[in-house]
């Protein structure tokens, strides 16, 4: 799929925009809500029903469901292989994840499948790009890739185990969504020199 570049800048903003969202959501109402734990309590607890700023916590998976599934056709301009259809699965699966909250009139499982979803899908996004990357020659990116993938996926599978479960999810999200904010960044900084080289060799035509 072929984006001209500043459509690709654009759609490139939601890795940016939609993690920061989200993050800020978490990290700020955890504070306001009384006896919630970070290292023990999940972040779909704040926007549970009968949270007080559940639709502010909504608002941010909101954010984040969409921002993934634009960056996904940035990423997938601009990488071979699926990592862009696992950032998409991602941003689908938390929306799912906004639309059945915990405490709802819904069956909790149906919450529990989406999260599931999503966290496969977010550690799957990075370990999807290593090889890709490997190929074109990037192997720091690649290594950075598969790192990521790997503290993301080991994270939210320890969520299962127990104790310090808030705690692993919240490494496991970030991992993922910090590789996710770094590729977005990597994307609109070189579809930026692009265009400009592109700018520049109009301009010598010209004249």
Known sequence: MEHPPQRRRLAALGGVVGPAVFVTAWALLGRRLPGYSPVDDAISRLAAGGAP????????????????????????????????????????????????????????????????????????????????????GRTGWARLSAAAGLVSGASLLATVAGPGS????????????????????DILRTTGQGATRAGRQAGGRRH
Do not use: E, N
């Not at 941010?60 to 993934?68: E, F, M, Q, R």
């Not at 499982?109 to 190929?135: C, D, K, Q, S």
């Open 53 to 136: 700023d559940r639709y502010v916590m909504t608002a941010g998976l909101v954010a984040l469901g969409t921002g993934l599934p634009l960056y996904g056709s940035a990423l997938r301009a601009t990488l071979s292989g699926p990592a862009w259809a696992c950032a998409t699965a991602t941003g689908l699966a938390t929306l799912g994840v906004a639309s059945f909250p915990l405490g709802s009139p819904t069956p909790d499982r149906i919450h529990g499948v989406f999260a599931g979803i999503g966290y496969a899908t977010l550690a799957a996004t990075p370990l999807a790009a290593a090889a890709p990357l490997a190929r074109s």
């Open 166 to 185: 808030g705690l692993f999810q919240r490494l496991g999200l970030t991992a993922g969504h910090a590789w996710v904010v770094a590729s977005a960044l």
